[in-house]
């Protein structure tokens, strides 16, 4: 085996074995990100029930449901949508 093969054969090892760790790195990240919006789905939809609790209108500058609906992305392939808060 001639010096240069040997030197592409150990890059291509060493570039196989960056991907395996982007691939999981990626794999965790994905997970967290399926997390964290659930956990905004579900402090949505709390927000939401106090919101009908109380009947009133939101004070400025506090969440709205909505809106915090609106920028959440899908969770499982489902768009997370609740009405606007009354």
Same mark, same amino acid.
């Given at each position: 085996?001639?010096?240069?093969?040997?030197?592409?054969?150990?890059?291509?090892?060493?570039?196989?074995?960056?991907? &395996?760790?982007?691939?999981?790195?990626?794999?965790?990240?994905?997970?967290?990100?399926?997390?964290?919006?659930?956990?905004?789905?579900?402090?949505?939809?709390?927000?939401?029930?106090?919101?009908?609790?109380?009947? &009133?209108?939101?004070?400025?500058?506090?969440?709205?449901?909505?809106?915090?609906?609106?920028?959440?992305?899908?969770?499982?392939?489902?768009?997370?949508?609740?009405?606007?808060?009354?």
């Amino acid at each position: 085996m001639s010096d240069i093969e040997s030197k592409l054969r150990q890059r291509l090892s060493e570039l196989r074995a960056e991907y &395996d760790k982007g691939q999981e790195a990626l794999q965790g990240l994905e997970s967290q990100a399926a997390n964290l919006r659930a956990t905004l789905l579900r402090i949505s939809g709390a927000v939401q029930v106090l919101q009908e609790t109380l009947g &009133d209108e939101v004070e400025a500058g506090e969440v709205v449901a909505g809106e915090i609906a609106a920028s959440t992305p899908p969770v499982n392939g489902h768009a997370a949508a609740l009405p606007p808060a009354h």
